[in-house]
């Protein structure tokens, strides 16, 4: 089954993607509360999609997805930036992050975004 990992310091979210993905059998998920460490992280759970959040402890979604994207092998693994905050286009393209889901979010615009993902990533086993 395909792999999502949560980054995201609200366990209440991250327990919502989990439920409603695993629920739904569309991804096994993986949750970590901050961006320590990130590309160790990725290396041992192997996410086929990252679900990054913007005010993530310690760097933050922004340089955590940069990271991400200038890593020459997890590149090309889709970051979905999602946040609260009004500016979300804006905080996603700086992080050079490949989707958006805006908090609140409904089930289906999680679905959504999930497949889009799941059919653009490389990661897909």
């Not at 310091?9 to 901050?34: F, G, K, Q």
């Amino acid at each position: 089954m395909r792999r999502v990992l949560v980054c995201d310091d609200d366990l209440t979210i991250s327990e919502v993607v989990a439920i409603i993905l695993v629920d739904s059998n569309m991804a096994e998920v993986y949750t970590i509360p901050d961006c320590d460490n990130i590309i160790e992280k990725i290396e041992e759970m192997k996410p086929a999609i990252i679900f990054m959040d913007n005010k993530i402890p310690t760097h933050g979604g922004v340089v955590a997805t940069q990271t991400i994207k200038s890593h020459p092998v997890h590149k090309s693994i889709p970051v979905v930036y999602f946040t609260g905050s009004h500016d979300i286009d804006t905080l996603a393209e700086n992080a050079g992050a490949d989707y958006t889901l805006a908090k609140p979010f409904s089930i289906s615009q999680l679905e959504e975004v999930v497949n889009k993902a799941f059919k653009s990533g490389v990661n897909s086993d």
